[in-house]
Protein backbone atom coordinates (compact mmCIF):
# COMPACT_ATOMS: atom_id res chain seq x y z
CA UNK A 1 0.00 0.00 0.00
CA UNK A 2 1.50 3.39 -0.86
CA UNK A 3 1.34 5.97 2.24
CA UNK A 4 2.31 8.72 0.25
CA UNK A 5 -0.32 11.46 0.16
CA UNK A 6 -1.87 12.88 -2.37
CA UNK A 7 -1.70 16.25 -3.35
CA UNK A 8 -4.86 18.98 -2.24
CA UNK A 9 -5.22 20.88 -5.41
CA UNK A 10 -5.43 24.82 -4.43
CA UNK A 11 -6.52 27.49 -6.57
CA UNK A 12 -6.13 30.80 -5.74
CA UNK A 13 -7.54 34.11 -7.39
CA UNK A 14 -6.25 37.84 -6.01
CA UNK A 15 -7.04 40.61 -8.44
CA UNK A 16 -3.95 42.65 -7.22
CA UNK A 17 -1.40 39.69 -8.16
CA UNK A 18 0.48 40.59 -11.74
CA UNK A 19 -0.04 37.13 -13.34
CA UNK A 20 0.97 33.45 -12.55
CA UNK A 21 4.66 34.63 -12.12
CA UNK A 22 3.44 37.03 -8.96
CA UNK A 23 6.11 36.78 -6.18
CA UNK A 24 3.64 36.47 -3.65
CA UNK A 25 0.14 35.19 -5.58
CA UNK A 26 1.93 33.05 -8.45
CA UNK A 27 2.44 29.82 -9.13
CA UNK A 28 5.70 29.76 -7.25
CA UNK A 29 5.30 32.65 -5.31
CA UNK A 30 5.23 32.66 -1.23
CA UNK A 31 1.43 32.40 -0.60
CA UNK A 32 1.63 28.85 -1.88
CA UNK A 33 4.62 27.66 0.39
CA UNK A 34 3.25 28.57 3.43
CA UNK A 35 -0.35 26.94 2.99
CA UNK A 36 1.80 23.84 2.43
CA UNK A 37 4.17 24.47 5.48
CA UNK A 38 0.60 25.60 7.58
CA UNK A 39 -1.71 22.94 6.04
CA UNK A 40 1.57 20.64 6.51
CA UNK A 41 0.40 18.58 3.47
CA UNK A 42 1.19 18.56 -0.16
CA UNK A 43 -0.46 20.90 -2.09
CA UNK A 44 -0.31 21.82 -5.93
CA UNK A 45 -0.94 25.35 -5.85
CA UNK A 46 -2.25 27.63 -9.12
CA UNK A 47 -2.57 31.55 -8.80
CA UNK A 48 -4.16 33.87 -10.65
CA UNK A 49 -4.43 37.14 -10.31
CA UNK A 50 -5.86 40.61 -12.76
CA UNK A 51 -8.74 40.81 -14.17
CA UNK A 52 -10.94 37.80 -14.56
CA UNK A 53 -12.11 38.10 -18.04
CA UNK A 54 -12.35 36.38 -21.62
CA UNK A 55 -9.19 34.06 -21.57
CA UNK A 56 -8.11 34.90 -18.24
CA UNK A 57 -11.58 33.79 -16.71
CA UNK A 58 -11.88 30.52 -18.85
CA UNK A 59 -8.04 29.79 -17.60
CA UNK A 60 -8.81 30.31 -14.43
CA UNK A 61 -11.88 28.60 -14.05
CA UNK A 62 -10.79 25.54 -15.90
CA UNK A 63 -8.25 24.84 -12.92
CA UNK A 64 -10.89 25.71 -10.53
CA UNK A 65 -12.72 22.88 -12.02
CA UNK A 66 -11.01 20.12 -10.60
CA UNK A 67 -9.89 21.84 -7.41
CA UNK A 68 -9.74 20.90 -3.90
CA UNK A 69 -10.02 24.09 -2.12
CA UNK A 70 -10.59 27.26 -4.19
CA UNK A 71 -9.49 31.09 -2.81
CA UNK A 72 -10.80 34.02 -3.85
CA UNK A 73 -10.85 37.70 -3.45
CA UNK A 74 -13.71 39.75 -2.49
CA UNK A 75 -14.24 41.36 -5.84
CA UNK A 76 -12.32 42.14 -8.87
CA UNK A 77 -11.05 45.16 -7.82
CA UNK A 78 -12.23 48.00 -9.65
CA UNK A 79 -9.76 50.40 -8.68
CA UNK A 80 -7.01 48.38 -10.55
CA UNK A 81 -9.22 47.39 -13.25
CA UNK A 82 -12.02 50.03 -14.24
CA UNK A 83 -13.38 47.37 -17.45
CA UNK A 84 -14.43 45.57 -14.17
CA UNK A 85 -18.38 46.86 -14.56
CA UNK A 86 -20.28 45.20 -11.00
CA UNK A 87 -16.84 43.96 -9.23
CA UNK A 88 -18.66 42.57 -5.77
CA UNK A 89 -20.95 40.94 -8.36
CA UNK A 90 -18.98 38.89 -11.09
CA UNK A 91 -16.84 37.35 -8.14
CA UNK A 92 -19.94 35.98 -6.91
CA UNK A 93 -21.39 34.87 -9.85
CA UNK A 94 -17.52 33.28 -10.43
CA UNK A 95 -18.33 31.48 -6.94
CA UNK A 96 -21.54 30.46 -8.07
CA UNK A 97 -19.86 28.94 -11.29
CA UNK A 98 -17.43 27.14 -9.18
CA UNK A 99 -19.56 25.66 -7.30
CA UNK A 100 -21.82 24.29 -9.74
CA UNK A 101 -19.06 22.65 -12.02
CA UNK A 102 -17.19 21.33 -8.48
CA UNK A 103 -19.38 20.75 -5.83
CA UNK A 104 -16.91 19.15 -3.92
CA UNK A 105 -14.32 21.73 -4.00
CA UNK A 106 -13.95 23.89 -0.23
CA UNK A 107 -14.75 28.10 -1.90
CA UNK A 108 -13.40 30.66 0.17
CA UNK A 109 -13.48 34.12 -0.22
CA UNK A 110 -11.58 36.83 1.69
CA UNK A 111 -13.62 39.44 3.39
CA UNK A 112 -13.25 42.69 1.86
CA UNK A 113 -10.67 45.28 3.77
CA UNK A 114 -10.43 41.86 6.07
CA UNK A 115 -13.67 43.23 7.86
CA UNK A 116 -16.64 43.26 5.20
CA UNK A 117 -18.99 40.63 3.84
CA UNK A 118 -19.93 41.49 0.44
CA UNK A 119 -21.93 39.13 -2.38
CA UNK A 120 -19.44 36.35 -2.69
CA UNK A 121 -19.95 35.51 0.97
CA UNK A 122 -23.46 34.36 -0.25
CA UNK A 123 -21.87 31.53 -1.64
CA UNK A 124 -18.02 31.14 -0.49
CA UNK A 125 -17.31 31.31 3.10
CA UNK A 126 -15.22 34.22 4.48
CA UNK A 127 -11.58 34.84 5.49
CA UNK A 128 -9.73 37.13 7.17
CA UNK A 129 -6.09 36.53 4.92
CA UNK A 130 -4.89 33.65 2.62
CA UNK A 131 -2.87 31.88 5.78
CA UNK A 132 -6.49 32.20 7.77
CA UNK A 133 -7.06 29.04 9.85
CA UNK A 134 -10.55 28.69 7.97
CA UNK A 135 -8.34 28.72 4.85
CA UNK A 136 -5.88 25.62 6.71
CA UNK A 137 -8.58 24.42 7.99
CA UNK A 138 -10.00 23.61 4.20
CA UNK A 139 -6.68 22.66 3.23
CA UNK A 140 -6.67 19.85 5.96
CA UNK A 141 -10.09 18.72 5.65
CA UNK A 142 -9.51 18.30 1.36
CA UNK A 143 -6.26 15.88 2.07
CA UNK A 144 -8.21 13.69 4.90
CA UNK A 145 -11.18 13.45 2.11
CA UNK A 146 -9.09 12.69 -0.54
CA UNK A 147 -6.72 10.31 0.91
CA UNK A 148 -9.73 8.48 2.83
CA UNK A 149 -9.87 4.49 2.34
CA UNK A 150 -13.03 3.21 1.36
CA UNK A 151 -12.76 1.43 4.30
CA UNK A 152 -12.79 4.40 6.97
CA UNK A 153 -16.32 5.43 5.82
CA UNK A 154 -18.93 5.65 8.76
CA UNK A 155 -22.60 5.72 8.09
CA UNK A 156 -24.95 7.58 10.61
CA UNK A 157 -28.22 7.18 10.52
CA UNK A 158 -31.62 7.75 13.10
CA UNK A 159 -34.47 4.91 12.87
CA UNK A 160 -36.63 6.63 10.31
CA UNK A 161 -37.90 3.63 7.71
CA UNK A 162 -36.51 6.41 4.93
CA UNK A 163 -33.06 6.89 6.17
CA UNK A 164 -32.62 3.44 6.87
CA UNK A 165 -33.52 2.25 3.34
CA UNK A 166 -31.30 4.84 1.86
CA UNK A 167 -28.55 3.83 4.01
CA UNK A 168 -29.08 0.10 3.12
CA UNK A 169 -29.00 1.30 -0.27
CA UNK A 170 -25.68 3.16 -0.32
CA UNK A 171 -23.90 0.19 1.60
CA UNK A 172 -25.10 -2.04 -0.91
CA UNK A 173 -24.15 0.39 -3.91
CA UNK A 174 -20.37 0.50 -1.71
CA UNK A 175 -20.28 -2.78 -1.87
CA UNK A 176 -20.30 -3.69 1.95
Known amino acids: MNNELKAVKVVLFCAAAQDSADSAYGDRGFIGRDLARMADVPIEYRGFGGLLKGDARSEFLAAAND ?22 RDMANNAERIKADNPRAFVLAELMEGVHKVAVHEVATPFVDWTDPEVIAAIKLASRLKNMDSETLILVVDDD ?16
Open 161 to 176: ERNLAAAKKQLVNLGL
Open 67 to 88: ADVVLLDAWCNSQLYPDCERPQ
